[in-house]
């Protein structure tokens, strides 16, 4: 702004800012309102244009870019002259179109872009528009006395300082700063409600379950017998067999199927604390002078610990100071303390202490099985009377999502008339984020978890086998268990959805009215060799859209020796699209 001033005051005149104001073409316009010419002058205002068709024209390419800004627009410059109508009468003619200008620019910045559409960013252009009139008279008193202009100043004053006292808030609400690499303020929101569905728990560690195998959740949170007040967010598991979690009579400790069992660690760590030697318990009584019986306390760095209690006497196979890595052997499974049959109980804390107050902090990844149906659970937090392991790596499916950096793929594909062969090749960006790019120009960039593959996003070109891989295979754990599902969730603008997706974007301001989910299992079938990621993408609307529905099918063909041997993905039998591999066998690929 200082450097157009100087520009204006020493190098030129601002004869055709004025010309901006004025609108050359306004005579060629005799059927628009006035309101309706200065909506579109101040449109032009924005390019420095004399002419009101100017403003048509960038009316509708904002409305072909965004709808959310279109509509920010025009509630805003109407907003904008009715205020200076109450506010300022005197200059209401005057400040109309630099107003109205003004007013727009700013509702584009707080509104959608800078900010993310939502309910509170509307209201928050409302407020500043009624600003932005105050700003502008202010500005022109101030400056019209020097042979100066308004221009974006108040624009200028008003963005800048609500997004300076937005950063300082302690709770974020539903204004988020725009925080990544834009796109049109539907797709950024898109992206964010999508990304915060599906990584919004992950956490600075991915611990595991601490035990092996499949057991059951005695209790969870808040549980029926303990798990009360500060020590409400803790877990006690067992083991069972046909619902029952003991032989014979269940009257010694032996009887019991998770009595002596390994205990692990659920993630790398210092052992800070170890209390051994407490007797285990006869069946049915507990030892309330030593609660918590025998117990190992795990410093994880950034102020995490884990407590494992209620341990067998002897068992314990570290002593305090010794590092221990994820999965490690550290006990085994007891009755001493608080426990009248054996059990483990586990619990994530922010000290070191022996009982200490419970902190609420997920597990990475599990599989829980209830009502007969096994899920994959991501960053959760297992329920009571599930049934939970750790997952397991499938060797072959740890092979084919195993994307390194350097390897090169080819993938042949018929689709519109065409046969194609499109090559992909695994790279690394600056963040070490890995990323596989296709030669057809698009980009997946993958997220590293460890136990489950995820991609986390796509850019560039849509008729390409990339991204039908990347719709295919969103999420995969690596781990094969006939009946495991999961879902995952898509952001809107990454799906062919159509028409619709315009249509109901007027209105997301007040909502999104279009979602989206996956659903996905592995399949195998006796006779094949080739193991299946099968999914099915819906789409669905409501409330104004509630008649809209979508169905897509997807399907991911890994053989033997962890190749992807095809994908397809179906629109509806519409179109479908099935993309092979072509596999080099003179070389590992």
Known sequence: MITVFIYIIFLGNYSDIQLAQNG?????????????????????????????????????????????LFVLSITSFFLSGL?????????????????????????????????????????????ATAVIVLMTGFFSILLTGYGLPVLVLPFNFVT???????????????????????????????????????????????????????????????????????WRYAWDFILTEDGKQYENEGDVVEDY?????????????????????????????????????????????????SALSHLKPGSIKVEEGQIVDKGDIIAACGNSGRSPYPHLHFQFQIDDTIGGHTHKFPFAFYLEKSEGELALKSFDYPKVNSMVQNLEKHKTLAKAFDFRFGETFKFEFHHKGETKVEEWKIGID????????????????????????????????????????????????????EGLIWEDSYSIS???????????????????????????KYHKNEDEKEMRLKGEISLAGNFLFAWFNRHYKTEVVINDDGQIESFSFDQQGKDMIFVKSIINEDEDK
């Not at 073409?25 to 002419?51: C, E, H, M």
């Not at 092996?212 to 209790?219: A, F, I, K, R």
């Not at 619709?500 to 279009?514: K, P, Q």
């Open 83 to 127: 205020v200076l109508q109450l506010l300022l009468p005197g200059q209401s003619e005057s400040l109309a179109i630099i107003v109205g200008f003004n007013a727009i620019i700013t509702s584009f910045a707080l509104g959608g872009s800078l900010v993310l559409p939502s309910g509170k960013s509307f209201m928050l252009t409302l407020f």
């Open 430 to 481: 600056i963040t070490s984020t890995k990323f596989i790019e296709s030669s057809a120009g698009a980009v997946a960039y993958i997220y590293t978890s460890g136990k489950v593959f995820y991609f986390s996003s796509f850019s560039g070109n849509r008729d390409s086998a990339l991204y039908w891989f990347y719709l295919a295979a969103m999420q995969a754990p690596l781990s094969y268990h």
């Open 24 to 68: 050359t073409d306004a005579n060629y316009f005799p059927f628009l309102p006035l309101l309706v010419k200065n909506y579109f002058k101040s449109l032009a205002l924005i390019y420095f244009q004399p002419n009101i068709i100017t403003g048509v024209i960038i009316a509708l390419a904002i409305l072909a870019f965004s709808r959310a």
């Open 257 to 305: 199927f998770c009595y002596g069992l390994p205990v692990c660690a659920p993630l790398h760590g210092k052992v800070v604390k170890v209390v051994d030697g407490i007797p285990d318990n006869v069946i049915g009584e507990s030892n309330i002078a030593k609660n918590w019986g025998n117990t190992i306390v795990i410093d994880h760095s950034e102020g995490l610990y």
């Open 160 to 230: 800048l300082a609500t997004i300076y006292s937005l950063k300082f808030r302690k709770d974020q609400t539903d204004l988020v700063l725009l925080y990544f690499k834009p796109g049109s303020p539907e797709e950024n929101l898109y992206y964010h409600q999508n990304r915060k569905a599906r990584f919004d728990n992950f956490k600075l560690f991915f611990p595991e379950l601490p035990v092996w195998g499949e057991w059951t959740v005695s209790q969870a949170f808040a549980g029926e017998y303990t798990h009360k007040d500060k």
């Open 494 to 520: 990454e799906l062919p959805v159509g028409f619709v997706r315009f249509l109901s974007e007027f209105f997301i301001f007040f909502g999104t009215y279009i979602h989206s989910k996956g659903n996905f």
